[in-house]
């Protein structure tokens, strides 16, 4: 049974948490298509694919936690209307940033419903948390959300050994976790985030600078390892 459109983008995110199966949250994001593919191009519904594309898209970045933001006003605003996209971009292009940025979108969350709120704060966090994933919005809606996928290391068995032309190199593989840094020389930022598009909170003067040497507005990706463990003072190691 499909769901209506008509209703919050919160409640397909709440349709689709109800869901176990990833067949059938699948199926309610293919019902939410064929729906939108019914309606005017130009409807307030369509900015749904919009909301989904800011939230999952590990390339945008909007520079706030949601931590930051204060609950105690509400109104009547939903969240599928373009003010929030123009608020996103203006976040995410770093047309404002600090505390500027922070009270502008303070000002727009305390217009909207409860239920947009929950929204808004997905779309900061990154995630609908609802147990969809990037590949079941690339089923429905093709490449809406680029896939990074990283060179990973395979097992050493007789079946991956035999692929080995010698003589080769060889090096250790360390247990590390996987992350993206985005260089901007321009707004000298260096940001750090997984491949999910969750801002790590990597605080290291040394591999900034590090990675300002290495790049001009371009991004990086590797492994990176949190030896404190090993070392008297704390230091990352990036593969």
Known sequence: MGILIMSYTYNIIKAIDAKSGKN??????QDVKKQLDDMDPTSYQQIFIQIVENTYNPLINFYIKPVRINDNTSGAV?????????????LSAREVTGNQALQE???YYNTLTVESQHVMKCILDKSFDC?????????????????????????????????????CYAQIKYDGSRILVFVDLVADTVRYQTRNGKTLQIENNELDNDFKLLAERVGEMGDILNISSILAEPKFVFD
């Open 24 to 29: 059938d949250k699948l199926k309610i994001l």
């Open 105 to 107: 979108l303070q000002n």
């Open 131 to 167: 147990g969809m994933s990037l590949k079941t919005i690339n089923k429905v809606w093709d490449n809406l959300i680029p896939d990074i996928v990283p060179m990973t290391c395979q097992p050493f068995n007789d079946k991956n050994s035999k692929r080995i032309k010698f003589p």
């Open 78 to 90: 939903d969240i599928e209307n373009p003010k929030t996209l123009h608020i996103l971009h203006r």
